[in-house]
């Protein structure tokens, strides 16, 4: 039924959720396994400086996520695609989904406040209507 699944992970609970799902999902259809993981730039930089510092952080930050992610799939004996990108979340994932070719989309669900979900809405939301493919939020 999928042949291309696109896991997103920030290292959260809910996305350590939704890579478990997906590393099941993808075992059992045989499909190829991609990850993404976002380094997310500030919206408005001061300087180029700025932004090389983020992302070198960033990548400090994501490693220890890569990593747990690409053991937790070997051991199910999956493989997995991990693609680290700069940028702002929703743009990137949606990109990706579309150069790939992706069939499905793994969220893990981040609840938030009711008021915080009417003035800010939800990143899920917001993908739900952008993405051009299935999506499973994982709770």
Known sequence: MYSRILVANDGSSG?????????RLAKRHRAE????TVEELPRFAASIDEVDEEQAEAD?????????????????RVK???HVVAGHVLPAIVELLRT?????LVVGFMGH????ERII??????????APCS???VK
């Open 33 to 36: 396994l991609h990850m993404i």
């Open 60 to 76: 400090h930050r994501f490693a220890p996520v890569l990593a747990a992610a690409r053991a937790q799939a070997k051991r199910a």
């Open 15 to 23: 996305a350590l959720k939704a890579l478990e799902a997906a590393i």
């Open 80 to 82: 997995l695609e991990t």
């Open 100 to 104: 790939r070719r992706i069939d499905l």
């Open 135 to 137: 999506i499973l939020v």
């Open 121 to 130: 809405g939800s990143a899920t939301d917001r993908l739900v209507r952008l």
């Open 113 to 116: 406040s009711q008021l915080y």
